[in-house]
């Protein structure tokens, strides 16, 4: 797909029952790799967003600032998906960090999770994050068109 001014695409390219990861796509071509909660019928905190294209605001969150430990108090939000609202990317590794937002990360691997098991997980949230915000600062509005990119096989 090709890259259009002003729109972040989030490529997903696995779901899984545990959550679902893609691939975050700056139109100057800098990527990084992203983490959400599984599909679950778009029910508010506890389900990723649907595929679609949405706007992108810069608002005070608290959340954003508890998991930044105060480095940011304003974060980006997903606006104007059906049903939802106060959808922000912030830092997370695994998809039990958030609650109907989009993490980012700097690799897809597995991780050790708090119940000393292995889980598809992203890394490096924090180091990404402030990459994220340091690439967003010049505009108070994005664009972010989030799509499925499964190869299937006949």
């Given at each position: 797909?090709?890259?259009?001014?002003?729109?972040?695409?989030?490529?997903?390219?696995d779901?899984?029952e545990?959550?679902?990861?893609?691939?975050?796509?700056?139109?100057?071509g800098?990527?990084?790799?992203?983490?959400?909660?599984?599909?679950?019928?778009?029910?508010?905190?506890?389900?990723c967003?649907p595929?679609?294209?949405?706007?992108?605001?810069?608002?005070?969150?608290?959340?954003?600032?508890?998991?930044?430990?105060?480095?940011?108090?304003?974060?980006?939000?997903?606006?104007?998906?059906?049903?939802?609202?106060?959808?922000?990317?912030?830092?997370?590794?695994?998809?039990?960090?958030?609650?109907?937002?989009?993490?980012?990360?700097?690799?897809?691997?597995?991780?050790?999770?708090?119940?000393?098991?292995?889980?598809?997980?992203?890394?490096?949230?924090?180091?990404?994050?402030?990459?994220v915000?340091?690439?967003?600062?010049?505009?108070?509005?994005?664009?972010?068109?989030?799509?499925?990119?499964?190869?299937?096989?006949?």
């Amino acid at each position: 797909m090709e890259a259009v001014e002003g729109v972040i695409r989030i490529a997903r390219f696995d779901r899984l029952e545990e959550g679902v990861f893609g691939k975050w796509k700056f139109p100057d071509g800098w990527e990084c790799f992203t983490v959400e909660r599984p599909w679950l019928d778009n029910k508010p905190m506890v389900s990723c967003i649907p595929d679609g294209v949405y706007s992108l605001g810069l608002r005070y969150s608290p959340t954003v600032q508890r998991i930044t430990r105060g480095r940011y108090r304003e974060g980006w939000e997903i606006q104007d998906v059906p049903g939802r609202t106060f959808i922000m990317v912030h830092p997370a590794n695994w998809p039990t960090d958030l609650n109907g937002c989009v993490g980012v990360g700097e690799a897809y691997t597995e991780l050790q999770g708090r119940d000393g098991k292995m889980h598809k997980a992203v890394t490096n949230s924090q180091k990404v994050f402030d990459e994220v915000m340091s690439r967003m600062e010049d505009r108070s509005v994005w664009d972010i068109d989030i799509y499925t990119d499964v190869v299937e096989y006949p």
